[in-house]
Structure formats: C-alpha cells, structure tokens
C-alpha cells in the first residue's frame, strides 16, 4: 500500500509494501531505527526525547511487519541494547534485548521462510495483520472503511494502484510514526491509537509471539506487545 501526505506542510510519502523490496525498507527505516539504540545530543527537551523514540519504534515495528528483514538490518538489530542493560523489571528493555539477540543468531533466508509463512502463506499466514479480520472476523470490513475517512482527515491520501488494505499492522505502525514525526496533536494521536489499534493489535502482537511457526517474529511479537502496552500507559498520563 502507498498513502500520500497531501497537506503541503507535511510533504512525507508513506509507503508501506507488504512483502516489497528490502532495499527500500531500509533506506526509509535504517536513519530512524539506529535512533532507538544511538545516544541523543543532551540539549534535546525530554518531551523532543520521548518523541524521537516512540516514532523511531513505530518505524522499526512498521519495517519488521512489512518484510522479512535484510542482514543490514539484522546489523542494526543486533546493536540495539547491551546484554549488561538488561533490567528485570522493564518489558520493553527486555523484549528488546530479546529482539537484538535474534538478530544476532539467525539469517536472513531463515527469516525470510518464517515470515512468509507466518504472514502470507498460501492463502493466508498463521497470523493475519490486519484490523479488520481482529474486530470483525473477516477482511475489508467496516473498520477498515473508518480508518480510511480518518486517515483522509489526517492528510494521507490513498494511491489506488495499490490494492493492499491500510489496516495491515505495518502500515498503522508507520502512519502512527509519521503522526509523531510531524507533531500531531497528542489527542488525535491518542483518538487514532484508541481507535484503531488500542483493539486490536496488541492481540495480533500476542499471536504473533505465540505462533507455532515463530522463531525470530517470537522475539518481535514480545517487543510489539511491550511496547503497545507502553503506549496505552502514555497516553494515559496524558489525560
């Protein structure tokens, strides 16, 4: 799927292709994603802090879910977290870590055969992405129909030579991550979140970490469930 910011004072092209090149998931991911493992220059505000990190893991779920990555992502994985920072008590710290040693041990063929058959199958993966299916039981339905008018509202128009659905996960991570990037509002960020993934995705999250068929997409269900229930905790302290 590709969306378009229309307004002009935010000239961003999203694009997410499902199963696409990983040439272009890492050059539109690779900048972002080092920033979550990358010290940040002291002078930045806390909230500018906060900002930076939540759209950098927004980007980094959106790449993983959008194709199986390639080894100079695994690369980046791999530096992500200090084995020496593992805290017990911080599930996101910890699933990361969890993340960073995957990509340590496994190769990208090995990932690839995972993801195709966890996320696309023949016919359909073990574990299907999108909003729709999690909410009604089917694909294409009504909720997609409401994101959709929203994503209009936010700016984001759709390219109809592409017929992959907006509701997939990835493409909902790096709209939300294009959402902080740009400074949206924390209440529309919090009405978007609310909306159309507080309902479902950390359940896919979860299925995706228990899947049969997962090794390395285990480690990345566990940081996407961490890091969905992080954001429900945010935006409550925002309220």
């Known amino acids: 799927m590709t969306l378009h910011a229309k307004s002009s004072t935010r000239n961003v ?12 998931l890492v050059t539109s991911n690779s900048v972002a994603i080092e920033s979550i493992g990358n010290a940040i220059a002291p002078e930045q505000s806390q909230l500018a802090i906060e900002q930076q990190y939540r759209a950098s893991t927004y980007s980094l779920l959106a790449a993983l879910l959008r194709a199986a990555p ?23 710290l910890l699933s990361m870590t969890a993340l960073s040693l995957s990509a340590k041990m496994l190769s990208p063929d090995s990932i690839e055969d995972e993801y195709h058959q966890l996320l696309i ?22 909720p997609l129909s409401d994101l959709r008018d929203d994503l209009v509202t936010l700016g984001f128009e759709r390219n109809d030579n592409i017929c992959e659905p907006e509701d997939h996960a990835a ?15 924390i ?42 229930a992080f954001e429900g905790e945010y935006f409550s302290m925002q309220t």
Request: aromatic residues 14%; proline residues 2%.
């Open 187 to 228: 209440d529309q960020q919090h009405n978007f979140f609310k909306t159309h993934m507080s309902p479902w995705i950390g359940r896919f999250f979860d299925d995706l970490s228990d899947a049969k068929s997962a090794v390395f997409y285990k480690s990345v269900g566990r940081f996407g469930s961490a890091f969905i």
């Open 13 to 24: 092209t999203f694009s997410a292709e499902v199963g696409g090149t990983k040439d272009s």
């Open 171 to 185: 493409a909902l991570c790096e709209v939300f991550s294009l959402l902080i990037s740009e400074g949206i509002d």
């Open 70 to 92: 390639d080894q100079n992502l695994l690369n980046i994985l791999s530096e992500l977290v200090s084995e020496k920072n593992n805290n017990e008590d911080d599930a996101i």
């Open 121 to 142: 199958g023949l016919g359909r993966g073990e574990v299907v992405p999108y909003g729709s299916w999690y909410l009604t039981g089917f694909l294409m339905e009504q």
